[in-house]
């Protein structure tokens, strides 16, 4: 089976992506437009949710096609939970938030994700990379080349951070964590389209050769700040 990469128009029905070894869903949800994730294996059928936003009819619906290991949560702010409480109990799957964020959930998780920790559904294994910054408990997940960045990491810039140390935590983590992935990787975030990380990085070089405010932080874009 080849891999076919598919665009960003999400109105179609059917995969955002499909290859040999990984069947993608992406489900722009909610009043924050927020995004969702069904990662599924093609072989056997079982799958893992990324993120739970309000409005998750359609990520209900594609769920029941398969068999759900485990829904993990990019980081505990309210829009990526909005869903919490219709999507988890009709999955009966257990559920994973890193160990900052674990406060904002509304029931304890089972899973305490930690740095390094590897999920797997069938022949997907999915590594948590903790991500400070925009939220203490931020994680992304990485498995091949496909990288979902929660509010971590966006095109054109990082999420948004509430303090300047709070966005140089941010930047820390995207430069010395995510950075050192492969280039050829392609993003996912938390709300609106893909990426790809070597245009992050090219972007980021740009915004790191300028100088900058100590005090710098909240919405910050690569390119014009």
């Known amino acids: 089976?080849?891999?076919t990469h598919l665009d960003n128009d999400t109105s179609r029905p059917g995969p955002h992506y499909a290859?040999?070894?990984?069947t993608l869903y992406k489900f722009p949800s909610g009043p924050y437009n927020n995004n969702a994730y069904l990662l599924?294996?093609?072989?056997?059928n079982r799958s893992i949710v990324i993120d739970t936003p309000g409005e998750?009819?359609?990520?209900?619906?594609?769920?029941?096609?398969?068999?759900?290991?485990?829904?993990?949560?990019?980081?505990?702010?309210?829009?990526?939970?909005m869903g919490y409480q219709d999507v988890v109990p009709e999955l009966g799957a257990h559920v994973g938030i890193g160990s900052g964020d674990i406060g904002d959930m509304p029931s304890p998780p089972q899973i305490v994700v930690r740095d390094g920790d590897e999920f797997t559904a069938g022949t997907i294994k999915l590594t948590a990379i903790a991500t400070p910054g925009h939220t203490p408990g931020s994680t992304c997940f990485i498995v091949g080349s496909h990288l979902f960045t929660g509010d971590t990491l966006f095109p054109g810039g990082p999420g948004k951070s509430g303090s300047p140390g709070a966005f140089k935590q941010l930047v820390q983590s995207i430069t010395?964590?995510?950075?050192?992935?492969d280039g050829a990787s392609t993003f996912y975030p938390g709300h609106g389209a893909d990426g790809?990380?070597?245009?992050?990085?090219?972007?980021y070089a740009t915004f790191a050769a300028r100088p900058h405010a100590s005090d710098?932080?909240?919405?910050?874009?690569w390119l014009e700040s």
């Open 216 to 221: 710098l932080h909240g919405d910050v874009t």
């Open 40 to 44: 599924v294996c093609p072989q056997t």
């Open 56 to 81: 998750a009819d359609d990520l209900i619906e594609a769920t029941k096609r398969t068999q759900v290991q485990a829904v993990l949560i990019t980081h505990g702010h309210f829009d990526h939970l």
């Open 196 to 203: 790809l990380l070597k245009d992050a990085k090219n972007e």
């Open 176 to 181: 010395s964590r995510l950075f050192l992935l």
């Open 1 to 3: 089976m080849e891999e």
């Open 19 to 22: 290859g040999p070894d990984l």
